[in-house]
């Protein structure tokens, strides 16, 4: 059975560039949720998406970081202008529902911004 | 708001030796809390939960006891393996909120790495 799943695993770009990070969720979890890892703040959280909507964007860092998700399945997250404080880990997890304990992990993409 | 604090790591210990990572939290209502674990390489993976006061969670010989009386939920393992090497993240979910279903996002302590040597 497949898990969650990310793509790029590891992506290096420029400041000021664009950047779209990919997550497919295990197939029929509705929940879905985007975290940040990163050496000053640790494991952040970003959003949650409950189908596709996004009933809690919180922990968004700022109006360059926008994320959604179609068909109730995959997930894109995009970051216009990229700052080197964006350099982190971004993991993507989905759960069957949001009522359910478990979170599932990605592998999660690993961004570099020079 | 809510906050995971966990004992700084890295920690080393010789195979065998007891394993106790300290977590503590602060939160609103009756948070469920967890233990996630991160081996090298992989992604981060559910170790074991308590969702009410006075649960313990155990899996593959780690357990935490939910003490609301001193907001803690310390994890324990009586008997650690070279295996067992990994980053250990303490984490807390607070009360859904049945009307509109938020709150289920998990606030994350900074994990603590645990290197247990032969």
């Known amino acids: 059975g497949a898990g969650v799943s990310q793509s790029p695993s590891n992506k290096v770009t420029e400041k000021g560039k664009d950047v779209e990070l990919r997550c497919d969720p295990i197939?029929?979890?509705?929940?879905l949720y985007w975290y940040r890892q990163s050496l000053g703040q640790g494991l952040e959280f970003l959003i949650y998406?409950?189908?596709?909507?996004?009933?809690?964007k919180s922990g968004l860092p700022s109006d360059r970081f926008s994320a959604e998700r179609t068909g109730g399945s995959v997930s894109t997250l995009t970051i216009q202008r990229t700052q080197q404080e964006d350099s982190a880990v971004y993991l993507c997890?989905?759960?069957?529902?949001?009522?359910?304990?478990?979170?599932?992990f990605g592998p999660g993409t690993r961004l570099t911004v020079t | 708001g809510n906050s995971v604090t966990q004992m700084e790591g890295p920690v080393t210990l010789s195979e065998e030796a007891f394993l106790t990572i300290n977590c503590t939290y602060t939160?609103?209502?009756?948070?469920?809390l967890f233990w996630y674990v991160q081996y090298p390489g992989e992604g981060l993976q559910l170790l074991l939960k308590?969702?009410?006061?006075?649960d313990k969670g155990s899996n593959k010989g780690f357990e935490a006891t939910y003490r609301k009386e001193t907001t803690s939920f310390h994890l324990e393992k009586g008997s650690v393996q070279v295996s067992d090497s990994a980053v250990y993240f303490c984490?807390?979910?607070?009360?859904?909120?049945?009307?509109?279903?938020?709150?289920?996002?998990?606030?994350f302590g900074t994990g603590t790495r645990l290197q247990v040597t032969l």
């Open positions: 997890a989905s759960s069957f529902s949001a009522w359910e304990y478990e979170q599932y």
């Open positions: 197939s029929g979890h509705t929940a």
């Open positions: 998406f409950q189908g596709n909507s996004a009933p809690d």
């Open positions: 939160a609103t209502g009756y948070p469920s």
């Open positions: 308590a969702t009410k006061a006075d």
């Open positions: 984490a807390l979910r607070r009360d859904i909120n049945l009307n509109t279903g938020t709150a289920s996002k998990l606030t």
